[in-house]
């Protein structure tokens, strides 16, 4: 049987493992940078942890990993008959493949309250896994790369993490959009077209505004049975305004809807003092916008949410985010507030590639192959190696002695740098013989001024 791969997964070969390597290297930089603490957590977690965090449409997408043994054997013949997954899946599976990195960390956190000092930073970088279809940019295991505050409240920890985006994607030599809205802006709409009990279905809708255009909103809207009236009251949200419009409307809208006039009053100070900020550090500030369609798919949001696109490029988003003042509460750990952003680092490194944005040198070639001419010449190759190895030289000794063709074709596949060649002449004399592959330049140099 030829073998395959599962749908959705990739092998990574060296120049592609390198490359992901660069982009990886720089994130964690700022990360570090910007104060934020590394944290690993296991690839799996109960299914408990996970299920109900991210929708109905998230836990969908979570893989479960069956129980081990026989796991059908205490359910009833019956019972199995039904065919009712919803009842089955938590009796055959208690554990499953992480969706994110976000709740995994909201339960580190619970069960470690009492040990951090907050406000806690971290990152956090490794895979996750999705059940989802397949398609340009979407896969079913990819990497997050998150940073997370917990344990503020403060708006300036929205505008650091604006920051860092700004930061890292101009780092990456990405030139991206951040789009920011505000939960408490949708929850205010919701509740000014009195559809505060349909606002997941609302915001689902609205979420996919530049996907399906008004008309397929709307009708999203009407199939979730959201009165015509709610609609059109709604209306103005599908004018294509300058978002300082958007917000002077919204400011009238909200006059007597609190929970909606906070929202614009964090999302003003956010953008302005983000604005201030780009200004005196030379970045445009036309790169942050208030997009009021904005919803992200995650229930557990409660404030800020981030997007953020690649210029010039047809990707869906390379980041997003949000705050989430209340996701340890489901852990039993109230008043914990956090706030965190990701990194989509396979939809980056699709971005870069389309983009030619890696430098040349992400690979770590060879420096120097040495040539194998018999056991007395390899033994004295291997003495020096290990002396280039210990300066953190890369150097290596081909393995099949006199095999000369092999040893050239090897060194091309390999893009090794310098040939060394070490035969009876070169030992008698001391010397070492080396052709740079990339001017074919040869010289003979004695082994000390070689080292």
């Known amino acids: 049987m030829k073998p395959s791969l599962p749908k959705g997964t990739r092998d990574f070969a060296a120049a592609e493992v390198a490359k ?11 990360f570090e940078v910007f104060g934020f603490q590394p944290l690993e957590t296991p690839s799996f977690e109960n299914l408990s942890t996970l299920t109900g965090k991210y929708g109905e449409e998230g836990d969908r997408l979570i893989f479960k990993i069956l129980n081990s043994g026989d796991y059908l054997d205490k359910i009833p013949d019956e019972e ?16 499953a493949l992480r969706y994110d990195l976000t709740v995994p960390f909201a339960r580190f956190v619970a069960m470690n309250s009492g040990l951090l000092a907050f406000p806690f930073k971290r990152y956090q970088i490794q895979p996750v896994w999705r059940a989802d279809r397949p398609q340009k940019g979407r896969f079913r295991e990819f990497y997050q790369c998150d940073a997370d505050v917990v344990g503020s409240e403060s708006l300036w920890q929205e505008v650091e993490l604006v920051l860092l985006y700004l930061k890292s994607f101009s780092d990456l030599k990405i030139p991206v ?13 919701a509740e000014f077209a009195g559809i505060s009990e349909q606002i997941t279905d609302f915001t689902v809708a609205l979420d996919k505004l530049d996907k399906i255009g008004k008309d397929g ?36 809208k909200f006059q007597n809807i609190e929970i909606g006039k906070t929202g614009v009053e964090e999302l003003e100070f956010v953008l302005e003092n983000c604005k201030k900020l780009t200004q005196t550090q ?28 690649a210029e010039n490029v047809e990707m869906g988003s390379v980041g997003g985010g949000g705050r989430y003042d209340n996701l340890t509460e489901v852990f039993g750990v109230k008043n914990v507030p956090g706030i965190g952003i990701s990194f989509g680092l396979d939809r ?49 000794l081909y393995p099949e002695a006199g095999k000369m063709k092999k040893f050239f074709t090897y060194s091309e596949k390999r893009g090794v740098k310098n040939l060394v060649f070490i035969g009876e002449e070169e030992i008698k ?8 592959q990339e001017t074919g330049e040869q010289i003979v140099v004695p082994t000390d001024e070689f080292l």
């Not at 992901?20 to 700022?30: D, G």
């Not at 065919?83 to 554990?95: G, Q, V």
Request: net charge positive.
């Open 282 to 309: 030379g970045i445009n500030e036309k790169n942050i916008v208030f997009n009021i369609t904005l919803a992200r798919g995650l229930d557990y949001y409660t404030g800020a949410i981030f997007e953020v696109t």
């Open 429 to 436: 004399n001391d010397t070492v013989t080396i052709k740079n």
């Open 80 to 95: 199995l008959g039904l065919k009712n997954y919803k009842s089955l899946t938590p009796r055959i599976a208690d554990k």
């Open 177 to 189: 959009k951040i789009q920011i809205n505000n939960r408490k802006i949708l929850s205010g709409l």
């Open 20 to 30: 992901r390597k660069y982009i990886i290297q720089i994130l964690q930089k700022n």
């Open 348 to 396: 980056i490194y699709l971005v870069m590639q389309e983009l030619n944005l890696f430098p040349e040198n992400t690979e770590n070639p060879i420096e120097y192959l040495f040539a194998n001419y018999g056991e007395k010449e390899a033994l004295k190759s291997l003495e020096i190696i290990a002396k280039l190895r210990a300066k953190g030289i890369s150097a290596e």
């Open 217 to 252: 909103v709307v009708r999203e809207l009407q199939e979730k049975n959201i009165p015509s009236e709610a609609i059109a009251k709604l209306d103005f949200l599908f004018e294509n305004k300058p978002w300082e419009e958007v917000l002077s409307a919204l400011k009238q």
